[in-house]
């Protein structure tokens, strides 16, 4: 492709479009099975571009003062950093509540475990605490442990008034049913890696799940397109 690119510019450049589309059409229709709508699917670099877009677009427009955002002691480095450099730019005071996942994770049910280890974390906020963001993995880097979203992000929504969530999906297509699962989870946005697993090119998807939230992410950078 760089050497296309390089051979004629001019023509790469006019296809850039008609090439984005049938990636997200074939992402749409080939991994998600037609149950999320090809304009809703953004194709970035790699998933730290995807969440640092949603974080410093959340971020942009927290004006709570004192709002929290949910991450866990497993959440990828990547996104912790992305997290912490939005709250250093934001115009108001926000704090990280880390949700601690003990290795191993001991119990007869571990989806019971952690759904009560993030009861017990959220619960310890003041009453009335505005949670900004919650930071959920769907399959975890290291140590590897499958979460149960669904479960989470309802309780996260309904019981703690979180006002988004993120799913980190880095390294669910490919092992787990994406069709059947995320379009059912309740999150606002969702982001992947396409080329692990799934040994596409290196590239990784940002699908906002919730289409009114959409519209307030940007990108974080400045092109002649955007």
Request: hydrophobic share 45%.
């Amino acid at each position: 492709m760089r050497a296309e690119w390089l051979s004629n510019p001019d023509d790469f450049w006019h296809s850039l479009s008609n090439r984005f589309q049938k990636t997200q059409e074939s992402i749409a229709d080939g991994l998600f099975q037609g149950q999320v709508r090809a304009q809703d699917v953004a194709v970035v670099d790699n998933l730290t571009v995807a969440v640092s877009v949603i974080i410093h677009s959340i971020v942009a427009n927290i004006n709570t003062p004192d709002s929290v955002i949910v991450m866990s002691t497993l959440t990828y480095n990547a996104v912790k950093n992305a997290i912490n450099y939005g709250i250093s730019q934001a115009k108001t005071s926000i704090t990280v509540l880390t949700v601690d996942i003990p290795f191993p994770l001991v119990a007869s049910d571990p989806n019971d475990a952690l759904l009560a280890l993030y009861r017990d974390a959220l619960s310890s906020l003041a009453p009335g605490t505005h949670i900004a963001l919650a930071c959920l993995d769907h399959l975890s880097s290291l140590p590897c442990l499958r979460f149960p979203v669904r479960a989470l992000v309802t309780m996260l929504k309904e019981e703690f008034g979180t006002r988004e969530v993120l799913v980190d999906g880095a390294h669910g297509p490919g092992q787990l049913d994406v069709a059947e699962e995320v379009p059912h989870m309740g999150a606002d946005y969702y982001v992947a890696n396409l080329h692990k697993v799934l040994s596409a090119q290196l590239m990784s998807l940002l699908l906002p799940c919730l289409p009114p939230y959409a519209p307030s992410s940007y990108t974080i950078l400045s092109t002649w397109m955007y």
